[in-house]
């Protein structure tokens, strides 16, 4: 089979990998292979079903489950799983206990258990859950690291046109497919990439605040991911001086010593997402889409990505045997 991929987010990279792997031909097309454009490039990688389960339908941790075990399977050394640390200020110990309750798979650390954790948030905060089967990545690293793993398995990728000669196409566009897709829409998400070579963390930890939930995600040499904002818009334009301080205000009660650190960057992505906030794997003619993987990309794209490669077989064996009945 001859599959044309399009759009190199990390939808599009998992799916070529699942297609190659059952022995497809696979190109991958995209405008701006450099991927500045994508969602994914903004994301923070936390592969994090349990918590998620605050907000989300039960269906995004039942899928996100086996993430961890895709990416680590795909990429050996680059997930993380140390769990993620949920905390939140002194005044806001309401929303600790709200969150727990509304979420499973987690232990409840006192203070010494979290300086033994996590030696910088010694003395912050006197109470944290710890989700323990969780895990991240970093998603830059990652996706630079899947292009190349499929380069060696054979997928061509293209920046331009990739002509027409494909048994079928994989629509992974995400927020440009909206332009055909009138039930899909963005929420903003900005983000903040900080270094402060006096915090090391080794872990995600949530911050949570009654109306601004964030988190500081750890990537290598002392940089941290401090996101994201959920805003109801497609706009791209650049961070607001709103959104940055409240990302600031997070990364500094998270630890003072945020204060000093370098912004290296302030990014912008626009998470694909359906009314239900749910993702979808569907099909027109020859075309498989995966979209509205909203703010789950990372924790869902594996199990997407393996169910449209299934779907994908399963058309071309039943033209295979179409053609066939014809001849
Ligand atoms: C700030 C932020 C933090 C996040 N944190 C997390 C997290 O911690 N964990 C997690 O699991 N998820 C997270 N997410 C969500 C995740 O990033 C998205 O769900 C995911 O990136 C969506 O992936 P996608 O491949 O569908 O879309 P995208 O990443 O946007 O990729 C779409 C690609 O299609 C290309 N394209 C567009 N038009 C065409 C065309 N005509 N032909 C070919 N290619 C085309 C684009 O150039 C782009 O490269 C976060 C998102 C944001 C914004």
Redesign the pocket.
């Known amino acids: 089979m001859k599959a044309l991929v399009?759009?190199?987010?990390?939808?599009?990279l998992t799916a070529a990998y699942e297609l190659a792997s059952r022995g497809a031909a696979v190109t991958v097309?995209?405008?701006?292979t450099d991927?500045v454009?994508?969602?994914?490039?903004?994301?923070?990688?936390?592969?994090?079903p349990d918590c998620e389960r605050e907000s989300a339908e039960p269906l995004i941790q039942e899928l996100g489950l086996g993430a961890a075990d895709w990416w680590d399977a795909a990429l050996p050394g680059h997930v993380v799983r140390a769990g993620t640390l949920v905390v939140a200020p002194a005044r806001d110990t309401a929303e600790l206990a709200r969150f727990a309750a509304r979420t499973t798979g987690f232990r409840t650390l006192g203070e010494e258990e979290i300086a033994e954790f996590e030696p910088d948030l010694a003395g912050r905060f006197r109470l944290a859950l710890h989700f323990v089967r969780e895990a991240h990545l970093d998603?830059r690293a990652a996706l630079t690291a899947l292009r190349g793993r499929l380069e060696t398995m054979g997928v061509l990728f293209v920046e331009g046109e990739a002509g027409s000669r494909f048994d079928l196409t994989l629509d992974?566009?995400?927020?440009?497919r909206a332009a055909s897709d009138p039930n899909l829409r963005g929420v903003r998400?900005?983000?903040l990439i900080l270094r402060a070579p006096d915090v090391t963390l080794s872990r995600p930890v949530r911050l949570l605040h009654p109306r601004f939930p964030l988190y500081v995600?750890p990537r290598a040499d002392h940089c941290f991911m401090v996101?994201?904002t959920m805003i109801e818009s497609e706009s791209g334009r650049p961070v607001t001086a709103r959104s940055m301080m409240e990302l600031l205000n997070a990364a500094y009660s998270v630890h003072p010593a945020f204060g000093e650190a370098e912004i290296v960057e302030a990014g912008v992505?626009?998470?694909?997402a359906y009314p239900d906030n749910l993702p979808r794997v569907t099909q027109s003619g020859a075309t498989i889409s995966?979209?509205g993987?909203?703010?789950?990309?990372?924790?869902?794209?594996p199990a997407m990505a393996q169910r449209a490669a299934q779907m994908a077989f399963s058309i071309s064996k039943t033209r295979e045997l179409a053609h066939e009945a014809h001849r």
Do not use: Q
């Open positions: 399009k759009g190199a987010g990390v939808a599009g097309v995209d405008p701006r991927m454009r994508a969602a994914s490039w903004f994301a923070g990688g936390m592969l994090a998603p992974c566009t995400g927020m440009a998400g900005e983000m995600v996101g994201a992505g626009v998470r694909p995966i979209n993987l909203y703010r789950h990309g990372f924790l869902l794209a």
